[in-house]
RNA sequence: GCCUGGGUGGUGAAAUGGUAUACACGCGAGACUUAAAAUCUUGUGGUCGCAAGACCGUGAGGGUUCGAGCCCCUCCCCAGGCACCA
């Protein structure tokens, strides 16, 4: 008996499967119906590749060969998100152009994700930095332009100091940039910005799409819906009116303040003489305070009187008028009513103020009724209303929409949705991104670059260190430009786009990958899209995968693509740890999957990743298990061998059909929850059981089939040593024979008061009665029958129950 | 603080309300071997017991049920997300 040779092997089926296309995808005609099986496209790295994305593409390539074995054309196509921090910064290091070390990395990278043996599709060339794929990134630059949905505006926005560049609401993390974790501080700049959110309301649509709930949910709560009112107050003694933003308008009898924000146009307006120095100079301190100040002060409200005062029409309290810088304008409309007796932060305020009235206008929890004076007394929700006229004796939730009527009716207010989402901030004054493709013409002003004029080439620069400008502008020859409009001397654009938006539209680029005249074909996008299974890391879910859906759902709106919605099915891959840590070459616990590859091959070090727990739940790498799939291989190939060298064991009879078509039911049950350790574990089981028992020839090729998603290379080798001539994964995928799974000898247990007293072997079909005698016999179980028998249980095939009267 | 997931052997982990701990690692014992490795067989939640078996046991405490890891309530811990968002 020969030992299974894994390096040789999975070397040789690689050759043969890329020789044979079993990669491709027929992307034209389609003959089967299609299955677009996406996983998230790498950053081309410098470093070998990681465990995270053995992590990603051996489970995503075992889902794809299953479903390719289901009868589908599968398209499984790879790329690379080429433009980017994670390019540049590289280069910086290395002092190598990014240009040069993006060319060098993909190519290596390609061969090291070949390595792995996924039919992945390599060839199709997408890289995101290339001229033939960011053309058409600034194609669709210039179709969100037309439609207004791309802007420039002076905006206070979020600079990195460390990257030197701006960065999206996104991709600030607790007031740090997401990627260098430097202190993130506001500037005000002029900045080119996507209007997501015209596309709030849409973005909050997931009909349809089988994405885990925490995801939907995490985008329901960036995106921030709420629906709230829009009150306007008289401020006393001045043709002036404040409009503030509440979705709690029914404790409005309540209100006894109102707060401005800083930022706010009017806080100065509003401002008295005799309060004009303290307000000037609380401005002047909120200026200054930077994100890091805000944080450490924590909840402590600081804020200044304006000397004005609001009129409260419900009551006719006039409410004094602050400026707090805990009251943002950003949000709603940068003014805040105050009802300290019913929302914790304006307790927290009239607290620091000093002498703000509270009233209660909700029952407490027990009932009370008296004034709230410390700040656990503080009710935010439930209760009775009261003192509060018309509303009086309602829930707040009741009494909500009718405040509502009541204000609209009487012209106080007006009903409004207010979102948390702000607009995708996307120019980067970085190097390594796709050209803004627009012209500043002294006479004609911004003026977008024609079509037929694409791709603006990205400029050769040397000196690519970013210093807070765009490097780009350090080309003369590519800012020099004539307008397009008048013929005049212009400038470009010299800001690059955030290569999120080079990421958020890739995947319709791949159907249509060589695609010279259009971006993409729509005939052809519309047979694969949306993508079937789309897999990555849920760090993504705010950022990436609410990008692509807003940019996705822009191309449908014009008509570009039918699908709404460019990924049907959602599933994320766990993140795998080292001793608790994430893994990083700063922490030194960075596990290279190289040497267990060359020691076990690619089909067992796949095979560990995904028996180590399910795939959606990543775990913490430790190589003390990987022996044990060593084996499994091991055993394996030497049980499908056993026959063909026959010792005399038994081909296998009735009861293997049994297991191995219970296996079927499993593994495939398995595969589909993505919880490929369990699929595993049912082929060790039956190995453990067929090196007994041995197989018969029909039983093998169940057997291979089974494992072929899951050890690819394994499984086509045994597949061709039973001398089969074409590829396992031409094979249609086993189903499980119910006729097999009918067994003729069940084990109930046997219960009394739900406590296991003894099993009992008997047929699946047995009667109620003749199964509660076969229990009465057992003297164990008699022995716990002493007293009344007050009920009989039977679960058919499971359980046999007394219960007991004691 | 709010919103999500999770807490099961020494370890990674399985379990449509029905025999908790499948599968695997590790460990113990044995076989093969001059020996070791590899491989194979076998045992392995705790306590008591020669055994049959009994009792306890899925973060803690209650509840529903003949029966709860699973459903309900209260709490603790861990991970992820949001956070002065009106």
Request: with cysteine; proline share 6%.
């Amino acid at each position: 008996m020969q030992s299974y040779n894994a390096p040789e092997v999975e070397k040789k089926w690689q050759k043969k499967w890329r020789e044979s296309g079993l990669y491709k995808a027929d992307l034209e005609n389609p003959k089967k119906p299609t299955y677009y099986n996406l996983t998230m496209f790498p950053y081309p790295s410098g470093d070998r590749l990681h465990i995270g994305h053995w992590y990603n593409y051996g489970p995503v390539d075992t889902w794809g060969r299953y479903m390719k074995m289901k009868g589908y054309e599968v398209f499984q196509p790879m790329g690379f998100d080429s433009f980017g921090l994670p390019a540049e910064n590289y280069a910086i290091k290395t002092g190598v152009h990014p240009a040069e070390t993006t060319r060098k990395n993909i190519d290596k990278m390609k061969e090291q994700i070949a390595a792995i043996g996924g039919m992945y599709d390599l060839d199709l060339n997408i890289e995101t930095s290339s001229p033939e794929y960011y053309k058409w990134t600034q194609w669709v630059f210039l179709q969100l332009y037309k439609k207004g949905l791309a802007y420039r505006k002076e905006a206070p926005v979020n600079w990195c100091p460390g990257c030197m560049t701006v960065l999206a609401n996104e991709q600030v993390n607790e007031g740090k940039c997401e990627r260098c974790r430097s202190q993130v501080v506001q500037k005000n700049l002029r900045q080119w910005f996507f209007k997501i959110t015209d596309y709030a309301d849409k973005l909050l649509d997931y009909e349809g799409l089988n994405w885990p709930e925490k995801t939907i949910l995490m985008q329901k709560n960036w995106i921030g819906r709420k629906e709230g009112i829009n009150i306007n107050y008289k401020i006393k003694g001045k043709d002036k009116i404040l409009t503030v933003f509440t979705t709690r308008p029914e404790t409005n009898f309540g209100a006894t303040f109102v707060v401005i924000s800083p930022d706010h146009p009017l806080t100065l307006g509003i401002t008295t003489p005799e309060q004009k120095i303290a307000v000037e100079r609380y401005l002047e301190e909120a200026k200054k305070k930077s994100e890091l100040d805000r944080q450490m002060e924590g909840r402590q409200k600081t804020g200044v009187f304006t000397g004005s005062y609001a009129i409260n029409e419900l009551t006719g309290f006039e409410m004094p008028v602050y400026v707090a810088d805990y009251v943002l304008m950003g949000f709603g409309t940068g003014v805040v009513v105050g009802v300290p007796g019913h929302d914790l932060r304006d307790f927290e305020f009239a607290d620091a103020m000093g002498n703000i009235e509270v009233i209660r206008v909700i029952k407490g929890p027990n009932g009370e009724v008296d004034p709230i004076r410390t700040v656990d007394q503080v009710q935010e929700d439930e209760g009775e209303v009261i003192n509060s006229e018309i509303l009086n004796g309602l829930t707040p939730l009741q009494a909500i929409p009718k405040m509502m009527d009541y204000l609209e009716s009487r012209g106080m207010g007006t009903r409004v949705v207010n979102f948390r989402l702000r607009d995708w901030l996307i120019s980067r004054q970085r190097y390594w991104g796709a050209p803004i493709p627009i012209i500043n013409c002294e006479k004609c002003g911004e003026v977008a670059v024609p079509e037929r004029d694409l791709p603006v080439v990205h400029p050769h620069v040397e000196d690519y260190v970013p210093k807070g400008t765009s490097p780009l502008a350090m080309a003369p020859d590519f800012v020099n430009v004539k307008c397009p409009h008048c013929g005049g001397a212009a400038k470009r654009e010299v800001d690059t786009m955030d290569t999120f938006v080079c990421s958020s539209w890739y995947f319709l680029r791949y159907p249509d990958a060589n695609n010279t005249k259009e971006a993409w074909g729509k005939e052809r996008v519309d047979k694969w899209m949306p993508v079937d299974m789309y897999i990555g890391g849920p760090e993504h879910a705010c950022m990436h995968l609410l990008y692509a859906r807003f940019i996705h759902r822009v191309m449908h709106d014009l008509g570009y693509v039918d699908a709404k919605e460019p990924f049907k099915r959602l599933v994320h891959q766990g993140m795998v740890m080292k001793d608790g840590a994430k893994m990083s070459k700063s922490k030194g616990n960075v596990v290279s999957p190289d040497e267990f590859v060359s020691k076990y091959g690619s089909d067992v070090f796949r095979m560990y990743l995904m028996f180590m727990g399910p795939f959606t739940e990543g775990g913490d790498w430790n190589d003390r298990g990987i022996t044990g799939v060593a084996r499994f291989v091991d055993r394996f190939y030497r049980m499908m061998q056993q026959e063909q060298e026959q010792t005399g064991l038994r081909p296998g009879g009735d009861e293997m059909d049994g297991i191995v078509h219970q296996t079927v039911a499993r593994a495939s049950e398995a595969i589909v929850n993505m919880t490929f350790n369990v699929a595993i574990a049912a082929l060790m089981e039956l190995t453990n059981e067929a090196l007994q028992k041995g197989l018969s020839r029909a039983q093998k090729e169940i057997v291979a089939k089974v494992l072929a998603p899951l050890a690819p290379h394994l499984a086509e080798e045994v597949w061709a040593e039973m001398g089969n001539t074409n590829s396992i994964f031409k094979e249609v995928w086993p189903e499980a024979d119910p006729k097999f799974l009918v067994k003729n000898v069940v084990t109930f247990a046997i219960q009394v008061n739900g406590k296991l007293r003894g099993t009992v072997d008997l047929t699946p079909d047995i009667s109620k009665e003749e199964a509660l005698a076969a229990a009465r016999a057992q003297t164990n179980v008699a022995k716990f029958l002493t007293g009344e028998i007050v009920k009989e249980i039977f679960v058919p095939g499971k359980i046999i129950g007394f219960v007991v009267k004691v």
